[in-house]
Protein backbone atom coordinates (compact mmCIF):
# COMPACT_ATOMS: atom_id res chain seq x y z
CA UNK A 1 0.00 0.00 0.00
CA UNK A 2 1.54 3.14 -1.12
CA UNK A 3 -0.33 5.46 1.26
CA UNK A 4 -1.80 8.62 -0.44
CA UNK A 5 -0.19 9.63 -3.56
CA UNK A 6 -0.06 13.66 -3.89
CA UNK A 7 1.37 15.11 -7.19
CA UNK A 8 3.28 17.58 -7.72
CA UNK A 9 5.28 17.73 -4.26
CA UNK A 10 6.01 21.38 -5.04
CA UNK A 11 4.16 23.72 -7.34
CA UNK A 12 5.18 27.70 -8.37
CA UNK A 13 3.16 29.42 -10.44
CA UNK A 14 3.19 33.21 -11.18
CA UNK A 15 0.15 35.01 -10.08
CA UNK A 16 -2.94 34.56 -12.60
CA UNK A 17 -2.06 31.89 -13.67
CA UNK A 18 -3.81 28.06 -12.77
CA UNK A 19 -2.57 25.28 -10.29
CA UNK A 20 -3.96 21.74 -10.23
CA UNK A 21 -3.06 19.50 -7.95
CA UNK A 22 -3.40 15.74 -8.09
CA UNK A 23 -4.78 13.11 -5.04
CA UNK A 24 -4.62 9.37 -5.17
CA UNK A 25 -6.28 8.09 -2.53
CA UNK A 26 -5.34 4.95 -0.41
CA UNK A 27 -7.57 1.74 -2.41
CA UNK A 28 -10.68 1.17 -0.96
CA UNK A 29 -10.88 4.23 0.68
CA UNK A 30 -13.98 6.32 -0.23
CA UNK A 31 -13.60 9.02 1.48
CA UNK A 32 -11.37 11.48 0.22
CA UNK A 33 -10.70 15.49 1.60
CA UNK A 34 -8.65 17.76 0.84
CA UNK A 35 -6.86 20.90 3.52
CA UNK A 36 -4.63 23.93 3.19
CA UNK A 37 -2.56 24.00 5.68
CA UNK A 38 -0.78 27.65 6.51
CA UNK A 39 1.07 29.08 9.71
CA UNK A 40 -1.55 31.48 10.37
CA UNK A 41 -4.94 29.41 9.42
CA UNK A 42 -3.29 26.00 10.17
CA UNK A 43 -5.12 22.66 8.76
CA UNK A 44 -8.25 24.38 6.39
CA UNK A 45 -11.13 21.99 5.59
CA UNK A 46 -11.54 22.86 1.88
CA UNK A 47 -13.81 20.03 0.51
CA UNK A 48 -14.72 16.45 0.95
CA UNK A 49 -15.82 14.05 -1.48
CA UNK A 50 -17.70 10.63 -0.16
CA UNK A 51 -18.12 7.74 -2.95
CA UNK A 52 -16.61 10.43 -5.53
CA UNK A 53 -19.78 12.40 -4.88
CA UNK A 54 -19.02 16.13 -3.52
CA UNK A 55 -20.25 15.83 -0.17
CA UNK A 56 -19.27 19.32 1.79
CA UNK A 57 -17.10 22.32 -0.24
CA UNK A 58 -17.92 24.90 2.41
CA UNK A 59 -14.34 25.57 3.24
CA UNK A 60 -13.50 26.14 -0.95
CA UNK A 61 -13.54 30.38 -1.54
CA UNK A 62 -15.69 30.18 -4.33
CA UNK A 63 -14.74 31.83 -6.98
CA UNK A 64 -11.03 30.33 -8.03
CA UNK A 65 -11.41 27.02 -6.02
CA UNK A 66 -13.18 23.87 -7.69
CA UNK A 67 -12.13 20.10 -6.86
CA UNK A 68 -13.66 17.05 -8.78
CA UNK A 69 -13.10 13.30 -8.18
CA UNK A 70 -14.13 12.15 -11.54
CA UNK A 71 -12.90 8.45 -10.19
CA UNK A 72 -12.16 6.45 -7.02
CA UNK A 73 -8.53 6.53 -7.90
CA UNK A 74 -8.37 10.54 -7.98
CA UNK A 75 -9.45 13.98 -7.08
CA UNK A 76 -7.88 17.08 -8.45
CA UNK A 77 -8.09 20.52 -6.59
CA UNK A 78 -7.55 23.42 -9.27
CA UNK A 79 -6.73 27.26 -8.34
CA UNK A 80 -7.86 29.51 -11.03
CA UNK A 81 -5.68 32.78 -11.47
CA UNK A 82 -3.66 32.29 -8.40
CA UNK A 83 -2.69 34.69 -5.85
CA UNK A 84 -0.01 35.42 -3.49
CA UNK A 85 -2.65 34.37 -0.52
CA UNK A 86 -3.24 31.20 -2.05
CA UNK A 87 0.83 29.87 -1.25
CA UNK A 88 0.40 27.25 1.41
CA UNK A 89 1.08 23.31 1.40
CA UNK A 90 -2.25 21.78 0.09
CA UNK A 91 -2.95 17.80 1.97
CA UNK A 92 -5.21 15.14 1.01
CA UNK A 93 -6.71 12.90 3.20
CA UNK A 94 -9.02 9.44 2.53
CA UNK A 95 -9.96 7.12 4.85
CA UNK A 96 -12.88 4.78 5.14
CA UNK A 97 -16.18 5.81 5.25
CA UNK A 98 -17.49 5.11 8.63
CA UNK A 99 -17.61 1.87 10.08
CA UNK A 100 -15.88 0.34 13.21
CA UNK A 101 -12.36 -0.09 14.37
CA UNK A 102 -9.94 2.15 12.63
CA UNK A 103 -12.52 2.48 9.70
CA UNK A 104 -12.33 6.33 10.85
CA UNK A 105 -8.65 7.31 10.74
CA UNK A 106 -7.54 9.83 8.23
CA UNK A 107 -4.29 8.95 6.30
CA UNK A 108 -2.83 12.03 4.88
CA UNK A 109 -1.15 12.62 1.67
CA UNK A 110 2.84 14.27 1.90
CA UNK A 111 1.18 17.91 0.61
CA UNK A 112 1.15 20.20 -2.37
CA UNK A 113 3.60 23.15 -1.71
CA UNK A 114 2.10 25.72 -3.71
CA UNK A 115 4.12 28.98 -4.12
CA UNK A 116 2.12 32.06 -6.14
CA UNK A 117 4.65 34.55 -6.96
CA UNK B 1 -21.29 24.08 15.08
CA UNK B 2 -18.36 22.07 15.05
CA UNK B 3 -15.42 23.57 16.48
CA UNK B 4 -12.25 22.03 17.93
CA UNK B 5 -9.93 24.46 20.21
CA UNK B 6 -6.35 24.15 21.28
CA UNK B 7 -4.56 26.81 23.52
CA UNK B 8 -1.61 25.87 24.07
CA UNK B 9 0.34 26.84 20.94
CA UNK B 10 4.35 25.98 22.00
CA UNK B 11 4.88 23.36 25.04
CA UNK B 12 8.50 22.55 25.93
CA UNK B 13 9.56 19.43 28.60
CA UNK B 14 12.53 17.86 29.45
CA UNK B 15 12.97 14.47 27.75
CA UNK B 16 11.51 11.51 30.11
CA UNK B 17 8.79 13.65 32.08
CA UNK B 18 5.01 13.80 31.39
CA UNK B 19 3.68 16.31 29.15
CA UNK B 20 -0.18 16.97 28.53
CA UNK B 21 -1.99 18.49 25.52
CA UNK B 22 -5.09 20.53 26.12
CA UNK B 23 -8.19 20.49 23.32
CA UNK B 24 -11.70 21.74 23.79
CA UNK B 25 -14.52 21.14 21.04
CA UNK B 26 -17.89 21.86 20.47
CA UNK B 27 -20.61 19.36 18.54
CA UNK B 28 -24.17 19.12 18.77
CA UNK B 29 -24.07 15.52 17.81
CA UNK B 30 -24.32 12.52 20.88
CA UNK B 31 -22.03 10.59 18.74
CA UNK B 32 -18.41 11.61 17.64
CA UNK B 33 -14.90 10.13 17.26
CA UNK B 34 -12.32 12.17 18.64
CA UNK B 35 -8.46 12.13 17.30
CA UNK B 36 -4.60 13.41 17.57
CA UNK B 37 -2.95 13.19 15.11
CA UNK B 38 1.02 14.32 14.61
CA UNK B 39 2.59 16.50 12.43
CA UNK B 40 6.86 16.01 12.30
CA UNK B 41 9.21 17.96 10.73
CA UNK B 42 9.66 16.82 7.28
CA UNK B 43 5.68 17.68 7.03
CA UNK B 44 4.20 13.72 7.49
CA UNK B 45 0.91 14.14 9.27
CA UNK B 46 0.29 10.50 11.01
CA UNK B 47 -2.46 9.51 13.14
CA UNK B 48 -1.60 8.59 16.73
CA UNK B 49 -4.91 7.87 18.80
CA UNK B 50 -8.82 8.13 18.77
CA UNK B 51 -11.81 8.13 21.26
CA UNK B 52 -14.97 6.94 20.74
CA UNK B 53 -17.51 9.62 22.10
CA UNK B 54 -19.81 6.43 23.32
CA UNK B 55 -16.54 4.83 25.15
CA UNK B 56 -15.91 5.41 29.19
CA UNK B 57 -12.51 4.21 29.12
CA UNK B 58 -9.39 6.47 27.67
CA UNK B 59 -7.70 5.07 24.90
CA UNK B 60 -4.35 4.28 25.10
CA UNK B 61 -2.15 3.53 22.86
CA UNK B 62 1.62 2.69 23.71
CA UNK B 63 2.84 6.11 25.56
CA UNK B 64 0.04 8.05 24.33
CA UNK B 65 -3.02 8.21 26.17
CA UNK B 66 -5.94 9.99 26.32
CA UNK B 67 -7.91 12.14 28.88
CA UNK B 68 -11.70 12.12 27.87
CA UNK B 69 -14.07 14.53 29.98
CA UNK B 70 -17.54 14.70 28.10
CA UNK B 71 -19.02 16.89 30.41
CA UNK B 72 -16.40 19.18 29.56
CA UNK B 73 -15.92 18.38 25.59
CA UNK B 74 -12.14 18.04 26.38
CA UNK B 75 -9.61 15.85 25.06
CA UNK B 76 -6.18 15.77 26.34
CA UNK B 77 -3.22 13.83 24.94
CA UNK B 78 -1.02 12.64 27.47
CA UNK B 79 2.41 11.33 26.40
CA UNK B 80 4.60 9.66 29.60
CA UNK B 81 8.30 9.41 28.79
CA UNK B 82 8.74 11.98 26.28
CA UNK B 83 10.98 11.25 24.07
CA UNK B 84 13.52 13.60 21.78
CA UNK B 85 12.02 12.45 18.86
CA UNK B 86 8.27 13.29 20.05
CA UNK B 87 8.73 17.09 19.16
CA UNK B 88 6.39 17.61 16.37
CA UNK B 89 3.32 19.70 16.10
CA UNK B 90 0.31 17.92 17.67
CA UNK B 91 -3.31 18.07 16.27
CA UNK B 92 -6.56 17.64 17.50
CA UNK B 93 -9.51 16.52 15.25
CA UNK B 94 -13.15 15.93 15.50
CA UNK B 95 -14.87 13.98 13.16
CA UNK B 96 -19.04 13.98 13.59
CA UNK B 97 -21.73 11.49 12.64
CA UNK B 98 -24.82 14.27 11.43
CA UNK B 99 -21.85 16.52 9.72
CA UNK B 100 -21.15 13.76 7.21
CA UNK B 101 -18.46 12.87 8.90
CA UNK B 102 -16.47 15.83 7.80
CA UNK B 103 -13.08 16.00 10.36
CA UNK B 104 -12.16 18.95 11.69
CA UNK B 105 -8.87 19.89 13.25
CA UNK B 106 -8.04 22.44 15.84
CA UNK B 107 -4.56 24.80 14.73
CA UNK B 108 -2.19 22.55 16.53
CA UNK B 109 0.26 22.53 19.73
CA UNK B 110 4.46 22.66 19.30
CA UNK B 111 5.84 20.61 21.59
CA UNK B 112 9.32 20.90 22.02
CA UNK B 113 11.58 18.18 23.86
CA UNK B 114 14.56 18.92 25.09
CA UNK B 115 17.48 16.75 26.41
Not at chain 2, 41 to 53: K, P
Not at chain 2, 100 to 115: D, N, S
Request: some cysteine; proline content about 3%.
Amino acid sequence: NAGVIQTPRHKVTGKGQEATLWCEPISGHSAVFWYRQTIVQGLEFLTYFRNQAPIDDSGMPKERFSAQMPNQSHSTLKIQSTQPQDSAVYLCASSFDWGGDGQNTLYFGAGTRLSVL
Amino acid sequence: AQKVTQTQTSISVMEKTTVTMDCVYETQDSSYFLFWYKQTASGEIVFLIRQDSYKKENATVGHYSLNFQKPKSSIGLIITATQIEDSAVYFCAMREFTNAYKVIFGKGTHLHVLP
